[in-house]
Nanobody, 126 residues
Framework: QVQLVESGGGLVQAGGSLRLSCAAS????????MGWFRQAPEKEREFVATISGSGSIVFYADSVKGRFTISRDNAKNTVYLQMNSLKSEDTAVYYCAAVRTSFYSITRQSDKYDYWGQGTQVTVSS
């Protein structure tokens, strides 16, 4: 069982930055792919970024590529999402999630993840 707790959300002006953190419980954190997803009001949950257990494989949604950076610190059982050049369309609840898999091709799919955090609100004002 893995428990995930996100933090770092808030209100920021367009063009600003935020860093989200997701702290995980358990001693096997480094064996999980970690993903960030987001859900805006009245929209479906969408993929943002994912990172492999070692950190050597990362994927981003086209909408955030070049602006967001996912990273992890396995010694701290924490995954981060650095968000720069924020836009109003980035406003959403952001969730981190964990999946143990060897098939990195599936890690963009939210239904493949086994554990989820409670989410943290990010609001970007224009």
């Amino acid at each position: 069982q893995v428990q995930l707790v996100e933090s770092g959300g808030g209100l920021v002006q367009a063009g600003g930055s935020l860093r989200l953190s997701c702290a995980a419980s358990g001693r096997t954190f480094s064996t999980y792919f970690m993903g960030w997803f987001r859900q805006a009001p009245e929209k479906e949950r969408e993929f943002v970024a994912t990172i492999s257990g070692s950190g050597s494989i990362v994927f981003y949604a086209d909408s955030v590529k070049g602006r967001f950076t996912i990273s992890r610190d396995n010694a701290k059982n924490t995954v981060y999402l650095q968000m720069n050049s924020l836009k109003s369309e980035d406003t959403a609840v952001y969730y981190c999630a964990a999946v143990r898999t060897s098939f990195y091709s599936i890690t963009r799919q939210s239904d493949k993840y086994d554990y989820w955090g409670q989410g943290t609100q990010v609001t970007v004002s224009s």
